[in-house]
């Protein structure tokens, strides 16, 4: 009986639950996820407009061959400076940067901490922290770099300043999330114990960021040495002052010289600062970038002798406390003691080649009133309203239309590097070594030779920096790709899922989240990039920028910087409502 009476009843109970689900309340999305989706299309609207109004088109570009070949004839073979001044410019370049960067990564600290949710002394400190952070990211270091040679004499000392002050901001807001993210176990230990705020920190937060924090220094200081070019431009000694007055002299030979040598320096960073990264922590990269890949190879494995004479995890504890204390030197201290001794001769050294003039340091607050009063207040001065709420709506536009083409390549590319995505070891290689390449080259210097192939105008400034977008964006979509969950796509091979379906319906959703934050990322960058490419000829309003610098109305420099900075905080506020609402 039992199997007649069960078949009656399945299709009574298939349609108690078919009523009961169309009477269960549908699953509503918040208006302020609506809103937020539908800012999203709005703002990938308003780049299309802007990369029509740009002006790219295939046939024009294919129409300028002929003047990117006439361009290269006429520039003849390349040409280098003098060995010795070649080698002192690069050193002096690299010594620049450096100790920009280094200043900033020590003044970053204290405002991190303040910046922080789980460390400020409380919230007025954190609103101060988060506006250094804001403020100093937003001011483009070729205006830190104009006021500086003002108050100081030429040299280094404005270059050095002006990338230190402008690096704070994208290294302190980093360890500021990063402080946020760590374990508070250790440090509530510490506090439990009575230790103080100080051994907290150094303690219980300290080696937890420690990693985070070197990784942004090091990529920060790749940053720098691609955007030292433009200071050249106002007065800032090194490679970037040389090829502006090649460039300048219309002696594209020696340009296009010094230009290859900043690729090559770019390129050498890459691989220095996986490199430096493995020595200070310990640890071998795991990541597959050139760099990396040479600093695993670069990293001796252990032998047959370490490993017989390592204590095991057993005989660990018998060790005696002399025998704990008194580490021995074995080949692993020998080598980071090397790697310490020669990074502080490098900075050393990099402070001697700059030769700083210190007690500029001291003289210059003497200056400080009579440079402030030509700053402020600001004003347009001979331009109307009209025409510079223009030149700073075609900035914006330029940098939307530059981040939408970026992110439309850095997808395919990303995800071609990305290794649960790439067909195969040697395409996902190729990728790889592909985005080394394109961030090696400085948007300023491709901007450059755009502007004297296809001419002045927002052309040439998206092109670059849609280039140089691809070589960031890229990389943190593949690494992004390759940090999803695996468990979904091993559902999806295990049903017999192609890889492009594995990718659509696993990867993808999962890595969404990821790629809005990029590209917010990547628009504030642009904002920024997009001014200085406007120096070089690239539109926007760094043309008004240069000429105002130039010409000394710098209550018109003022009224730019503030145009910028207000725009930045929208795109700040943009990124932080969308990564809330979509986390």
């Known amino acids: 009986m039992s199997t007649l009476v069960a078949p009656s009843r399945r299709p009574a109970e298939a349609s108690d639950a078919r009523s009961i689900a169309e009477r269960a309340p549908k699953r509503r999305r918040s208006p302020e996820r609506i809103a937020a989706a539908l800012t999203l299309v709005a703002i990938v609207v308003a780049a299309i407009v802007a990369l029509v109004d740009s002006g790219i088109s295939i046939p024009s570009m294919v129409e300028s061959w002929g003047n990117a070949e006439r361009f290269f004839a006429r520039v003849g073979p390349i040409s280098f400076p003098e060995p010795a001044q070649l080698l002192y410019l690069t050193a002096l370049t690299v010594g620049l940067v450096l100790c920009g960067t280094l200043l900033a990564a020590a003044i970053s600290v204290p405002v991190a901490y303040l910046a922080a949710s789980n460390t400020t002394p409380g919230a007025g400190w954190q609103a101060f922290g988060r506006f250094v952070t804001v403020l100093t990211r937003a001011i483009p270091d070729v205006v830190l770099a104009m006021v500086f040679v003002l108050m100081f004499s030429l040299g280094s000392l404005p270059g050095i300043l002006a990338i230190g002050i402008h690096s704070i901001g994208m290294i302190s807001k980093l360890f500021a999330d990063a402080i946020e993210q760590i374990d508070e176990g250790p440090r509530l230990a510490i506090r439990a114990a009575g230790g103080s705020k100080w051994q907290e920190f150094t303690s219980g937060i300290l080696p937890q960021v420690l990693p985070s924090w070197v990784a942004t220094v090091l ?3 790749d940053i720098n040495l691609r955007g030292s070019v433009v200071l050249g431009y106002v007065g800032v000694v090194g490679l970037g002052m040389e090829m502006s007055f090649a460039f300048k002299s219309l002696n594209y030979s020696l340009g296009l010289g010094i230009a290859l040598v900043m690729f090559a320096l770019c390129i050498v960073m890459e691989v220095v600062s996986s490199v430096v990264r493995s020595a200070m922590l310990g640890v071998t990269p795991t990541g597959r970038s050139l760099g990396a890949r040479l600093a695993r190879r670069m990293r001796p494995s ?6 017989d004479t390592t204590p095991s995890s057993a005989a660990r504890p018998a060790l005696s406390l002399e025998a704990a204390l008194r580490r021995p030197w074995d080949a692993v201290r020998i080598r980071n003691t090397v790697w310490g001794w020669v990074a502080l001769a490098v900075v050393v050294g990099s402070v001697l080649v700059c030769n700083i003039q210190w007690g500029d340091l001291v003289t210059f607050w003497a200056k400080v009133p009579a440079i402030a009063v030509q700053f402020w207040p600001p004003d347009f001065g001979n331009y109307d309203a009209a025409t510079m709420f223009g030149a700073m709506g075609q900035t914006i536009g ?5 981040t939408l083409l970026a992110i439309v390549v850095s997808v395919f590319v990303g995800s071609l590097a990305a290794r649960n995505v790439a067909p195969n070891g040697a395409v996902r290689t190729s990728m790889r070594l592909l985005l080394v390449v394109i961030r090696g080259i400085p948007e300023v210097i491709l901007a450059i030779v755009l502007i004297v192939i296809t001419g002045l105008g927002a052309q040439a400034g998206t092109l670059a920096l849609a280039f140089g977008g691809i070589g960031l964006a890229g990389k943190l979509i593949a690494d992004s790709f390759e940090e999803v969950k695996s468990g ?18 696993a990867t993808l959703p999962q890595g969404t989240r990821a790629l809005i934050g990029h590209s917010f990322y990547l628009l504030d960058t642009n904002i920024r990039a997009a001014t200085v490419l406007g120096i070089v000829g690239g539109g926007g309003i760094g043309y008004y920028l240069l000429n105002a610098g130039q010409g000394s109305n710098y209550q018109v420099v003022t009224a730019i910087v503030l145009m910028i900075l207000a725009t930045v905080l929208v795109v700040e506020g943009l990124a932080m409502w969308m990564r809330r609402v979509f986390r």
């Open 219 to 221: 990529h920060r200081n």
């Open 302 to 307: 252990p032998s047959s002798r370490d490993l």
């Open 398 to 402: 330029i940098a939307l239309a530059a």
């Open 488 to 505: 979904p796509e091993r559902a999806l091979r295990a049903t017999g899922a192609s890889r492009s379906q594995v990718y659509a319906s």
